[in-house]
C-alpha cells in the first residue's frame, strides 16, 4: 500500500490535508487530538465504519466527524479494481476556532444528533475543494491571513449548507 500525505499546518496544527492511498481494505481515522474533520474525495470511495454508521463517501458526497474512533473501508468495486483513493480534509480544533471566531461556543444552545454525518458537495464546496487543493499542491501560497480566511469560508459555506442557524451554532 503506497501513501502520499500532503499537510498545510496553522499554528503548528493540521488543518488541511491531501491524502493519496492506493488500493486498501480498511484504515483507522488518524487522530490529531480534539478536532472535527471534514472529508472531500478528489478520486475513488469508500466507506466510513464507526460503531452503530456505515456511510458511503464519494465525489458527490462528503463527510462531516466529531473526533471519534472510526475507520475507512474500501467499497468492493475499489478492491476489485484496485482503485487508489484520493481526499482532501479540513480539521478544526476548539482553540482555534475560537481564535478565528471570538466566539464563546458554549453559547450555543444549537445540538446535533450525529457524529458522521454525510454532506452532498454542491458547486460552492466543489470549488472550495478544488481551492484547498490548489493549496496543497502549492503550499508555499498558504500563508498565515490566506489559511484563516480559507478556514473561515468554511465555517461559512457549512453553516449555509447543513443549514445552521449562525457560524456559532455550526461550529
Do not use: W
Not at 478492491?79 to 482532501?88: D, G, I, K, L, P
Not at 470549488?127 to 491571513?145: F, T
Amino acid at each position: 500500500m503506497e501513501l502520499v500525505v500532503q499537510n498545510i499546518t496553522y499554528k503548528g496544527r493540521v488543518v488541511f490535508q491531501k491524502v493519496r492511498v492506493s488500493s486498501f481494505s480498511r484504515l483507522p481515522k488518524e487522530h490529531f487530538e480534539n478536532e472535527a474533520c471534514f472529508v472531500f474525495v478528489k478520486q475513488g470511495e469508500f466507506y466510513v465504519r464507526a460503531q452503530t454508521e456505515k456511510i458511503l463517501v464519494n465525489q458527490d458526497t462528503a463527510l462531516l466527524a466529531k473526533c471519534l474512533h472510526y475507520f475507512y473501508e474500501s467499497t468492493e468495486k475499489a478492491r476489485e479494481e484496485q482503485q487508489a483513493t484520493e481526499v482532501v480534509g479540513v480539521l478544526f480544533y476548539p482553540d482555534l476556532v475560537q481564535d478565528l471566531f471570538e466566539l464563546d461556543l458554549k453559547k450555543s444552545q444549537h445540538s446535533v444528533d450525529y457524529n458522521l454525518k454525510q454532506v452532498p458537495v454542491n458547486q460552492l464546496l466543489a470549488h472550495y475543494r478544488e481551492s484547498i487543493n490548489i493549496l496543497l499542491d502549492n503550499p508555499e501560497l498558504a500563508d498565515e491571513q490566506l489559511i484563516r480566511n480559507k478556514l473561515r469560508e468554511f465555517v461559512l459555506l457549512m453553516t449555509k449548507t447543513i443549514k445552521a442557524p449562525s457560524e456559532l451554532d455550526f461550529l
